[in-house]
């Protein structure tokens, strides 16, 4: 069973602060990641991708890979209310497969 | 990226009815899924669309329930039949972009069956 551990929160953070998101996973074959942003009543929009350990910046987000301790996570600087959505870390597996965890929402207060 | 076409984008279905959701997608790749949301739940593969083969279903789903067509590389069809109101949820149509390996989502049907 493929599984992607998130806290389902909700995380509220102020404005201009940094909101950190974290999952877990059980497969250690996984080896792409990635991290969706889904406001109410949308369907999940990409904001990153990583596949090597480390960091991975991309304007205000930077997404961190530690495949040792099978952990992903996602940093958002300077948090604007407009962040305030559900956040959904995913893996591949078997190369095409896509298992997501069961998001994190967030909540920036102004 | 790719831009991906789903429509109804949304239903009020009768129990027992069937109805037939559409992903067109812009440009040609190489996997096609569908996935399940339902309320305040995250999402769940159904399967995956094999153009011009039978799709591939994950466990708990069955094709006589969600038969998916996948005639060629940019369209898929995905049936939900014979539906109770368990079946109320959103269905996503997703696409993984062959030079990136990134799955893509459609808008989503979101479908109420009474």
């Known amino acids: 069973q493929k599984e992607v551990e998130q806290n389902s929160g909700p995380l509220s953070v102020p404005e201009g602060a940094i909101a950190s998101l974290n999952c877990t996973y059980s497969d250690r074959g996984s080896q792409s990641f990635f991290w969706y942003r889904q406001y109410s009543g949308k369907s999940p929009e990409l904001i990153m991708s990583?596949?090597?350990?480390g960091d991975k910046e991309d304007g205000r987000f930077t997404a961190q890979l530690n495949k040792a301790s099978q952990y992903v996570s996602l940093l958002i600087r300077d948090s604007q209310p407009s962040d305030s959505a559900t956040y959904l870390c995913?893996?591949?597996?078997?190369?095409?497969?896509?298992?997501f965890g069961s998001g994190t929402k967030l909540n920036v207060k102004p | 990226s790719a831009v991906i076409s789903q429509k109804p984008s949304r239903d009020i279905c009768q129990r027992g009815t069937s109805l037939t959701i559409q992903c067109q997608v812009d440009s040609q790749v190489t996997m096609m899924f569908w996935y399940r949301q339902q309320p305040g739940q995250s999402l769940t593969l159904i399967a995956t669309a094999n153009q011009g083969s039978e799709a591939t279903y994950e466990s708990g789903f069955v094709i006589d329930k969600f038969p998916i067509s996948r005639p060629n590389l940019t369209f898929s069809t995905l049936t939900v039949s014979n539906m109770s109101p368990e079946d109320s949820s959103i269905y996503l149509c997703s696409v993984e972009v062959m030079d990136t390996g990134e799955l893509f989502f459609g808008e989503g049907s979101r479908l109420t069956v009474l």
């Open positions: 990583i596949y090597s350990n």
């Open positions: 995913a893996g591949e597996y078997n190369f095409n497969k896509f298992y």
